[in-house]
């Protein structure tokens, strides 16, 4: 039975927990944080033309849950007129009697916690309860938020995404399918749990859940909700959005694999939630992190400062694998180090580094160690993608290891998923002939050096130019190793060099060959590709024909063909053909995954034939398909 002073004691402490996450985000976004936890909830509860999110014949209007007892919003708004050249006097927050109430605003993931980098998002969850809207009055709050959001796209820095979410849905865990932040089917309790421990209560009613502790004895959830929806704790801020007392083994593997498949856009981000997967895959008895995480704030000391979901993170982790092989265990700190993007032992401490700092003198870092690391961004190109190899090496024996759990297990995983996260998967690793092959970035911009480019013994080979043995790419077809600098987003026209040879390619030819690879492709980004291109069967979508581009600028031959094709799943391919019989040969077989492809072409503008080659080049393409 949870008491009520139990309870009150852990509202306090909770909206105190709170605060402390609101500090950090002001602290470290706080012109964005501002908007974020203060105007956004004055918006949802305005309508008026001169702020943004202005729905013109709103039917019903919305209001954020006690937003006029928020005392640090209603300080602010004299701030807020000025902000947007309001000049009426009297509160912006005035209201009829019929309202459509917003229950809550929520924020989950890395925002407010020290992983929160100049790189993160925030993802808010704007909880209503849908059987009291219509369908107009929740097309209209959509609206509006559409409007709101297009006005902080266009002047916060930190990306912000919505998800209108039921309240009856949240205490299902029914969180949508795989265009739910593509996690849908395969995670349900797992994305309650993150939500649980990591988020923010921005505005609104108080997660009861947050409440059920009681350090004496275990609190039933449904008797105690069950006791407060009576009334008779004299309590009207909390919201029953379920209790989560355990997660299925198939549902920790779900999550894994569709943490896996955005580990390969995001790996460094991807490594810390595929390692506390793992944990919880193979201690599926332990209390879950969000209990204890629960427990760690609510019994927390007076004179000791918060935890934040991270630090508890980190924690969990470090102390579960402490027994690993040590160079692992060590590069896994290093790895928490750069993700957290903390600075410690550096001229300017944040928030951040205070918290942190704790943190790395249990989990010891080496001075050299920190120093070295807090110059990630000078490190040279090499060091850098062998960070990124071995960051996908543990990426995909954590993968090994769980699949291995799990065996044969499907879980809560819809159909469509899993074919969509096997071909992904299969886009990024797997070797096909003729592919091109994906460097592995540990971050999205890497420190690219000048590259020369070379023809040794039949081979051209592309490495940076302080170090010629530092190989990048090497390729008996020089085309080949053009299309891997750009698909992979390596190549700068200004960065490239050519070591004097013998054959008929120049710097210049390469430079115009490079661009016009980048026009038709743009480069290498699985993310990108609509989940839709997954579950179709393989088709090219376009194709760049290069005419011999190795030959002289008088040649008539057109026996020298380099076709450069893309296919639905974001894989790119580079094969060459040296007679037109070949190449007729080539399409043919493959005429059926080519309807309706975008088909361009590429000659050496100084060729002497230019026109009569592209078009005895087109005759025969269009002939086949």
């Known amino acids: 039975m949870l008491s009520t002073k139990a309870l009150q004691k852990n509202k306090k402490i909770y909206l105190e927990y709170n605060n402390f996450r609101k500090q950090i985000f002001s602290e470290l976004a706080p012109k964005d944080s501002e908007a974020i936890l203060y105007l956004l909830p004055?918006?949802?509860?305005?309508n008026n033309p001169s702020f943004p999110g202005f729905v013109k014949n709103l039917k019903q209007n919305f209001k954020v849950f006690n937003i006029e007892a928020n005392k640090e919003i209603m300080k602010r708004q004299q701030a807020f007129k000025k902000m947007f050249d309001y000049k009426s006097e009297g509160s912006l927050l005035k209201f009829s009697s019929r309202v459509l109430w917003i229950q809550g605003i929520y924020t989950i993931g890395s925002v407010g916690t020290i992983s929160q980098t100049s790189r993160s998002d925030c993802d808010l969850w704007i909880c209503i309860d849908k059987q009291e809207f219509s369908d107009e009055s929740l097309e209209q709050l959509q609206q509006k938020i559409n409007l709101?959001?297009?006005w902080m796209d266009a002047n916060l820095k930190i990306p912000v995404n919505f998800f209108i979410s039921d309240v009856e849905d949240i205490r299902s865990c029914n969180f949508g399918n795989v265009d739910y932040e593509s996690s849908g089917s395969a995670q349900r309790n797992v994305l309650k749990e993150e939500f649980y421990r990591t988020s923010i209560m921005i505005g609104g009613k108080i997660p009861f859940w947050w409440m059920c502790f009681d350090e004496n004895e275990p609190v039933e959830y449904e008797k105690a909700v069950t006791e407060y929806s009576r009334g008779s704790t004299g309590e009207y801020d909390f919201i029953d959005l379920g209790n989560l007392e355990a997660v299925?083994?198939?549902e920790y593997f779900g999550a894994a694999l569709w943490q896996f498949n955005k580990s390969l856009t995001h790996p460094l981000k991807s490594i810390i939630k595929m390692l506390l997967l793992k944990m919880l895959l193979e201690s599926p008895k332990e209390e879950l992190p969000c209990h204890r995480f629960r427990s760690e704030v609510l019994g927390h000391?007076?004179?000791?400062?918060?935890?934040?979901?991270?630090?508890?993170?980190?924690?969990?982790?470090?102390?579960?694998?402490?027994?690993i092989d040590n160079e692992a265990y060590e590069f896994i700190k290093r790895c928490f180090y750069l993700r957290y993007d903390v600075k410690l032992l550096s001229k300017k401490l944040t928030l951040k580094e205070?918290?942190?700092?704790?943190?790395?003198?249990?989990?010891?870092?080496?001075?050299?160690?920190?120093?070295?690391l807090n110059n990630f961004a000078a490190w040279d190109f090499h060091e850098q993608t062998g960070f990124g190899d071995r960051i996908f090496s543990l990426l995909l024996q954590i993968y090994k290891d769980i699949t291995a759990i799990q065996q044969?297990?499907?879980?809560?995983?819809?159909?469509?998923?899993?074919?969509?996260?096997?071909?992904k998967l299969s886009a990024c690793l797997v070797k096909k002939n003729n592919k091109i092959a994906i460097l592995h970035k540990p971050i999205d911009n890497l420190n690219l050096p000048p590259?020369?480019?070379?023809?040794?013994?039949?081979?051209?080979?592309?490495s940076t130019t302080q170090e010629t043995s530092a190989v990048i790419v090497s390729n008996a077809d020089i085309?080949?190793?053009i299309a891997y600098l750009v698909w992979n987003d390596i190549y700068h026209p200004g960065q490239i060099r050519m070591v004097p040879n013998t054959t008929p390619v120049t710097l210049q030819e390469i430079i115009n060959l490079a661009k016009k690879i980048r026009e038709v492709f743009g480069v290498y980004d699985i993310a990108r590709i609509e989940f839709e291109n997954f579950l179709s069967e393989e088709k090219y979508l376009k194709l760049l024909v290069v005419i011999s581009f190795e030959g002289s600028h008088y040649s008539k031959d057109i026996n020298d063909f380099c076709l450069i094709y893309r296919n639905n799943w974001g894989e790119l391919f580079v094969t060459r053909l040296n007679s037109s019989d070949k190449l007729k040969t080539f399409l043919s077989e493959r005429r059926s995954r080519m309807d309706h492809m975008e088909v361009n072409y590429y000659i050496q503008r100084s060729s002497m034939n230019y026109e009569k080659m592209i078009e005895r080049t087109k005759s025969i393409i269009t002939e086949i398909l």
């Not at 918060?306 to 694998?321: G, K, N």
């Not at 205070?354 to 070295?372: P, S, V």
């Not at 590259?451 to 013994?457: P, V």
């Open 354 to 372: 205070t918290l942190a700092a704790d943190l790395f003198k249990q989990y010891k870092l080496e001075r050299e160690d920190i120093y070295h």
């Open 451 to 462: 590259l020369s480019i070379r023809f040794q013994s039949g081979i051209w080979q592309v």
């Open 408 to 423: 044969g297990t499907a879980g809560e995983i819809a159909p469509q998923d899993l074919t969509i996260i096997g071909r």
């Open 148 to 150: 709101i959001k297009g």
């Open 42 to 46: 004055c918006l949802l509860s305005i």
């Open 301 to 323: 000391e007076r004179d000791a400062d918060f935890s934040d979901p991270s630090m508890f993170t980190m924690r969990a982790i470090l102390d579960y694998y402490r027994d």
């Open 248 to 250: 299925d083994r198939e």
């Open 479 to 481: 085309i080949h190793c």
